[in-house]
T-cell receptor, first 113, second 112 residues
Framework: NAGVTQTPKFQVLKTGQSMTLQCAQD?????MYWYRQDPGMGLRLIYY???????DKGEVPNGYNVSRLNKREFSLRLESAAPSQTSVYFC????????????FGQGTRLTVV | GEDVEQSLFLSVREGDSSVINCTYT??????LYWYKQEPGAGLQLLTY?????DMKQDQRLTVLLNKKDKHLSLRIADTQTGDSAIYFC????????????FGKGTRLSVIA
């Protein structure tokens, strides 16, 4: 099992460019999440999808959009990248009930110049 | 609102015990988790504890939960250089499909 797969692993964007970060899980999980990690800030939730067909804002949603394409895939889009969006982005998934620990992808390191 | 606090740094000598502390604010937390992040990698679940438990032991790891003080700790016995990483405390509120809330992480450095 691959678990949670994120693409790309690294990306450099110019200010104003757009891009989509892809995430797929093969564990038949109901819930999926996007976090960003910045030094000294820990992990902050951007958006999540509690189940297929639903999405909700997290702590830091401004500048981002998401799509829960199907049960497996949850993408994060930056419409007009800004230097403040330079970060490491993590996708995670969980079964969505009971103990429901989150399983994480390896991360996407994004630099906006 | 929910908030999870951790100290940012901890340094220990190889072979000693490490204790990483965490405080949380929401008494409705159902599960509390400890994750480990090695350099350049994602987060991996180390262990978890259900809110009706006081203690959980798993090999070198001991988790203590004090619900009255909203305090969670992770003890690593016989700390090794491979334990050097960032450790995150996280809580889940209410139902299983709510997102985890993470602390800022504690960077553990193990000195040989």
């Amino acid at each position: 099992n691959a678990g949670v797969t994120q693409t790309p692993k690294f990306q450099v964007l110019k200010t104003g460019q757009s891009m989509t970060l892809q995430c797929a899980q093969d564990m038949n999980h109901n819930s999926m999440y996007w976090y960003r990690q910045d030094p000294g800030m820990g992990l902050r939730l951007i958006y999540y999808s509690a189940s297929e067909g639903t999405t909700d804002k997290g702590e830091v949603p401004n500048g981002y959009n998401v799509s829960r394409l199907n049960k497996r895939e949850f993408s994060l889009r930056l419409e007009s990248a800004a230097p403040s969006q330079t970060s490491v982005y993590f996708c995670a998934s969980s079964v969505g009930q009971g103990r429901a620990e989150a399983f994480f992808g390896q991360g996407t390191r994004l630099t906006v110049v | 609102g929910e908030d999870v606090e951790q100290s940012l740094f901890l340094s220990v000598r190889e072979g000693d015990s490490s204790v990483i502390n965490c405080t949380y604010t929401d008494s409705s937390s159902t599960y509390l988790y400890w994750y480990k992040q090695e350099p350049g990698a994602g987060l991996q679940l180390l262990t978890y504890i259900f809110s009706n438990m006081d203690m959980k032991q798993d090999q070198r790891l001991t988790v203590l939960l004090n619900k009255k003080d909203k305090h969670l700790s992770l003890r690593i016995a016989d700390t090794q250089t491979g334990d050097s990483a960032i450790y995150f405390c996280a809580e889940r509120l209410n139902s299983g499909n709510t997102p985890l809330v993470f602390g800022k992480g504690t960077r553990l450095s193990v000195i040989a």
